[in-house]
């Protein structure tokens, strides 16, 4: 029942700042002073947010209505808190070193919190599901997956350009901004390959900014109509 909306989840949009390790030691001390200053804050709301789409994938996808509504909104609850919490992390780390620096912070940090918005807005969707009737409750979470793909196109652009160029090598380097190798439990019955991947445009591969939303295609899982 929850199949799809962990699918969608998997595609990863939503920029959370996971890049993958650069060795590369060259680069401008102010730049990377800022990027320092974003990621020391950024781990535990990338943790936060990886540990909410694992809740969402990992809840059975035969699982009970009630079950998955509880998981999603507690999980949706948690990545609309992990974005905000990035998006003061940018603010509060003061204008980046770069051209057009205090835009490119004033669009990242809106873009941030407008996919926080967005995460709530999805919560009191789930909320509002009828969990009683298993066939209205897995209509209803198609209209979910649909408000995830709404995510997935919302305007990134800032965030994409604070994980590239100068800015991005900077933060790659930053342990707080680099992505954790951890090993996910299989997929539950039904569930998607492919393990969840959280960051904005590209999957696992995000840099350390709250990014754009996670790519969310999937629809609301198909076992739970079809067990209706």
């Known amino acids: 029942m929850n199949k799809k909306l962990a699918a969608a989840l998997s595609g990863g949009a939503v920029l959370v700042l996971a890049l993958s390790g650069c060795s590369n030691d060259s680069g401008d001390s102010k730049v990377n002073a800022w990027a320092k200053k974003v990621c020391d804050q950024a781990q535990p709301q990338i943790q936060q947010r990886a540990n909410a789409q694992q809740t969402i994938i990992s809840t059975a996808a035969d699982g009970k209505p009630a079950d998955i509504q509880a998981a999603d909104s507690k999980a ?11 998006a003061a992390a940018v603010k509060a780390a003061g204008t980046p070193p770069v051209d057009n620096g205090e835009k490119l912070q004033t669009d990242a940090v809106n873009e941030l919190n407008a996919t926080a918005k967005a995460y709530l807005d999805l919560k009191k969707q789930v909320d509002a599901l009828n969990a009683k009737d298993q066939q209205k409750f897995a209509d209803g979470l198609q209209g979910v ?6 995510i997935e196109n919302m305007d990134q652009a800032a965030l994409k350009k604070l ?29 998607p390959s492919e393990p969840a991947v959280s960051s904005s445009s590209a999957p696992a591969k995000t840099g350390a900014t709250p990014s754009s939303p996670a790519k969310t295609g999937a629809t609301p899982s198909s076992k739970a109509s079809s067990k209706a």
Do not use: N, W, Y
Request: proline share 9%; net charge neutral; with cysteine.
């Open 145 to 150: 997956a649909d408000g995830l793909k709404k």
């Open 76 to 86: 949706f609850q948690d990545i609309a808190a992990a974005d905000s919490a990035l």
């Open 163 to 191: 994980q590239s160029g100068e800015l991005g090598t900077a933060m790659a380097k930053q342990p707080g901004c680099q992505a954790k190798k951890t090993s996910s439990p299989a997929p539950a019955p039904d569930a």
